[in-house]
């Protein structure tokens, strides 16, 4: 069981590591200007989307699981 919560992390980190450099390479000018409005926004913000993001996760991940 505890392999496979390893594999499944893995592979998690994995499809990130893909996006990101898909996204980058298709347009860094894009990326640019999206980290420079993030740098621009409050600390509250940024957490409260960061765990949305956490939760809208969690919530596939469990879907995707039962």
């Not at 600390?43 to 995707?64: K, M, P, Q, Y």
Request: proline residues 3%; positive net charge.
């Amino acid at each position: 069981m505890r392999s496979l919560a390893v594999a499944d992390f893995l592979i998690g980190v994995g499809v990130l590591l893909v996006l990101e450099g898909v996204m980058l390479a298709a347009s860094p000018a894009w990326m640019r200007r999206a980290m420079k409005s993030a740098l621009a926004k409050p600390d509250n913000i940024l957490r409260a989307v960061g765990i949305g993001s956490a939760v809208a996760g969690l919530i596939l991940i469990w879907i995707i699981r039962r």
